[in-house]
């Protein structure tokens, strides 16, 4: 929870001297606006709003298919959405019963957010005043290149908060790639085969792309954190936007190729998806079970053991659909009690970004030479084209943010450049050690000589 916090580029310090190292004392963290709550809590109900109210015009219209899906995404990642703030707050321990009503008619995104506003503004009325109950917080930083260890205080005031903003992170991830992805998915291919755009969908598509473009950016922030728990991370503009136009062209593109290729194959592609769909999905089981470890019973100390359970397969439904549409930037890893594998792994991005490459193009070929002039009087070349160049362009921007921009760059064995030059030339090497002679040889050489 203490990773959210903020301090002061150069702390006003005074050294503590530990048996180990070297303590600095930090200031106070910064309270600030929860922007981002409130962020969230409109995109979920603009999107709600805009899907009940698509659901109402295609049950006007008789259209009972469409409205039958709408309404399933919609509900789906709703009710998601409200165990995910219900998970993180623990409220089934707690006696909150408007809470709990509120999450029961799926509007317990609306009431937290009320809660973080009250609190946010009871920090602000007491600033200035010590609070009885503090603990303090101890990160790595990276100042001019060096690892300083810093200390600071945080009241329960801010650390409530600051769990308030943690829970819409998690929120906004379910919401955006469980309900916003195949919800956009669905109104694009709707809208493909109708050849028409009624503004109540249009408005349902934007909230969803915003939705899933603003998840899919924490989701990179989300697992810098975590990978660098023992580390204070800063982002700055740069780097977020950089971060925010990588994932914007990666999902737009991929989400626009399943589109055109379902709107070609029509049920025939259903087949092809679900699979794609299921081996991203049991990966992370059958390494799991290959492995032979036994399933982690100490996620949460309040949890039996079908309790994990439940909680291991959501996580792997989240880390499914996450996959399907763009990169999660984590591996996941079942056996560990963490769930994750901290390790910068350049394989696994590798792997991931060669083998959607490979699917885009081959969805990509098929919309161009058996796809139908449905809606768009454009050429079916110049479209393949533009969406496989988005995508690699998307591929430029994730390079160029792991090799100029990632804000601990520095603590990565290789880069982006080594691992290139290490795959590039990795025969290089091995030739020139056949052609050289050993320092031995070369002297009994000379003597003979």
Request: contains cysteine.
């Amino acid at each position: 929870m203490d990773r959210v916090y903020e301090i002061p580029d150069e702390p006003n310090v005074d050294p503590v001297s530990s048996l180990e190292e070297d303590v600095i004392r930090g200031a106070n963290p910064r309270f600030t606006f929860p922007f981002s709550i409130l962020f969230s809590t409109f995109l979920y109900c603009g999107e709600a709003a805009s899907a009940l109210y698509m659901v109402r015009i295609y049950r006007k219209n008789s259209e009972t298919y469409w409205m039958t899906y709408t309404f399933s995404f919609f509900m789906f990642s709703s009710i998601m959405v409200q165990l995910t703030l219900i998970f993180v707050h623990r409220d089934l321990a707690k006696d909150k019963p408007l809470s709990l009503f509120m999450h029961l008619i799926l509007l317990g995104p609306v009431i937290r957010c009320l809660e973080a506003m009250i609190k946010y503004l009871t920090l602000w009325k007491k600033e200035g005043q010590e609070e009885p109950y503090v603990s303090l917080t101890r990160k790595k930083m990276l100042i001019d290149g060096e690892e300083v260890l810093i200390e600071w205080e945080v009241g329960h005031s801010i650390r409530t908060l600051a769990m308030h903003r943690n829970a819409y992170k998690r929120m906004s991830q379910i919401q955006a790639f469980l309900g916003s992805v195949p919800q956009l998915t669905y109104q694009l291919y709707v809208t493909l085969i109708s050849s028409e755009v009624p503004l109540g969908r249009v408005v349902l598509m934007v909230f969803s792309l915003v939705s899933v473009t603003y998840g899919a950016t924490l989701c990179n922030m989300l697992a810098i954190q975590i990978k660098y728990d023992d580390y204070k991370i800063r982002l700055g503009p740069l780097e977020v936007l950089c971060i925010t136009i990588w994932r914007t062209l990666e999902i737009t593109s991929r989400l626009l190729i399943l589109v055109l290729f379902s709107a070609t194959l029509k049920l025939k592609a259903v087949p092809f998806l679900v699979l794609n769909f299921l081996i991203i999905l049991f990966e992370p089981w059958i390494k799991f079970w290959r492995s032979g470890a036994q399933m982690p019973n100490n996620i949460e100390k309040n949890f039996s053991r079908v309790g994990t359970l439940v909680v291991l397969i959501s996580i792997t439904i989240l880390y499914a659909g996450i996959n399907f549409s763009c990169w999660s930037a984590l591996q996941l890893r079942l056996a560990d009690r963490d769930l994750i594998d901290k390790g910068q792994n350049w394989g696994h991005m590798v792997l991931h970004y060669s083998v959607r490459l490979v699917e885009n193009v081959i969805m990509v070929l098929v919309f161009k030479f058996f796809g139908v002039k449905v809606l768009l009087n454009y050429c079916h070349s110049m479209i393949a084209l533009q969406l496989i160049i988005a995508y690699l362009i998307s591929i430029g921007f994730m390079l160029l943010f792991f090799q100029y921009l990632h804000p601990l760059r520095s603590l990565f064995t290789h880069n982006v450049v080594d691992y290139l030059h290490c795959v590039c030339c990795h025969q290089h090497p091995r030739t020139r050690v056949e052609n050289t002679e050993p320092p031995f040889e070369a002297e009994a050489r000379q003597s003979v000589v």
